[in-house]
């Protein structure tokens, strides 16, 4: 199971990140744990200072722009083998 997580404020790019997340995963057919962290604070726990910030597995993948769906695609069918 991936584990997920979108580190973000609430706006527009980090909203449509997670549910890029959802709708990847359920593409996929993989079973993924998908959190949304809001926390600022918690953001230097990942060295992400940029938003939004996907973190899968424990990697940032990605920070301060939104990857595009295929891109994304890859990431996790990657981090899913």
């Known amino acids: 199971m991936l584990e997920i997580k979108v580190l973000g ?3 527009p790019n980090c909203i ?8 990847v995963t359920g593409d996929l057919g993989i079973e993924a744990s ?3 962290i809001t926390d600022l604070n918690a953001f230097g ?4 200072f ?5 973190v899968v597995n424990g990697k ?3 920070q301060g722009k ?3 769906k295929t891109t994304l695609l890859s990431w ?3 981090a899913a083998l």
């Open 9 to 11: 404020t609430g706006c």
């Open 16 to 23: 449509r990140l997670e549910e890029l997340c959802r709708e």
């Open 34 to 36: 998908i959190e949304k």
């Open 45 to 48: 726990n990942y060295n992400v």
């Open 50 to 54: 940029l938003t939004p910030g996907l």
């Open 60 to 62: 940032v993948l990605s």
């Open 66 to 68: 939104l990857p595009t």
């Open 76 to 78: 996790l069918l990657k």
